[in-house]
């Protein structure tokens, strides 16, 4: 059973850098297998947002809205994929969520979710 | 890439059906049939309920449905039960690996 788990800082200092890591379990990344590795959020109260996905050969997607200061990149010896978002505002504020997504483009594995809080 | 749209609420009695509805564009909800639907309980993460617009995963119930016409996508609950009370959002591709969300819907059961 393919599990993920979000790990990280839950403060945050406005225009500093978010980093949190992914860490899979019950599936090896490097295997492939068509699936993407991505990051959505979630303000508090607010709908759900895609920020990218990266695959296991380092190709990475991001949304426009976000893609000047979000990076994501993997790690297949630690099994472990990661969300760089720079220069940080309370609007980044969020539950973050680590997932995977299979080829056809929709999500079929959830992490728990992490919250962090930008704030001074 | 603005967030597809979703009615903010809908209602609907035990026993009876209830539509979602979420409307993007050509580029994307009514550009491919890549479209799927989560479920939300308070405080848990999303569950997919729906994906390839018609598609059901392995345990979910065969009450949810899902379908589309151009641009707009539906997600269709039959025989509605009190579990089934939660945020539902649905998501499309948007072209170039990309992916979008709707604004998510407030199902409540009465």
């Known amino acids: 059973q393919v599990q993920l788990q979000e790990s990280g800082p839950g403060l945050v200092e406005p225009s500093e850098t978010l980093s949190l890591t992914c860490t899979v379990s019950?599936?090896?990344?490097?295997?492939?297998?068509?699936?993407?590795w991505g990051w959505i959020r979630q303000p508090p109260g607010k709908g759900l947002e895609w920020i990218g996905s990266?695959?296991?050969?380092?190709?990475?997607y991001y949304n426009p809205s976000l893609k000047s200061r979000v990076t994501i990149s993997i790690d297949t010896s630690k099994n472990q994929f990661s969300l760089k978002v720079s220069s940080v505002t309370a609007a980044d504020t969020a539950v973050y969520y680590c997932?995977?997504?299979?080829?056809?483009?929709?999500?079929?594995?959830w992490g728990k979710g992490t919250t962090v809080t930008v704030s001074s | 890439q603005s967030a597809l749209t979703q009615p903010a609420s809908v209602s609907g009695s035990p026993g009876q059906s209830i539509t979602i509805s979420c409307t993007g564009t050509?580029?994307?909800?009514?550009?491919?049939?890549?479209v799927s639907w989560y479920q939300q309980h308070p405080g848990k993460a999303p569950k997919l309920m729906i994906y390839?617009?018609?598609k059901r995963p392995s345990g979910v119930s065969n009450r949810f449905s899902g379908s589309k016409s151009g641009n707009t996508a539906s997600l269709t609950i039959s025989g509605l039960q009190a579990e089934d009370e939660a945020d539902f959002y649905c998501?499309?591709?948007?072209?170039?690996?990309?992916?979008?969300f709707g604004g998510g819907t407030k199902l409540t059961v009465l």
């Open positions: 997932a995977r997504e299979p080829g056809d483009y929709y999500v079929d594995v």
């Open positions: 019950g599936y090896s990344i490097s295997s492939g297998s068509g699936y993407y």
């Open positions: 990266i695959y296991h050969s380092g190709s990475t």
């Open positions: 050509s580029s994307d909800v009514g550009g491919y049939n890549f």
């Open positions: 390839d617009v018609i």
């Open positions: 998501c499309s591709y948007a072209g170039s690996s990309t992916l979008i």
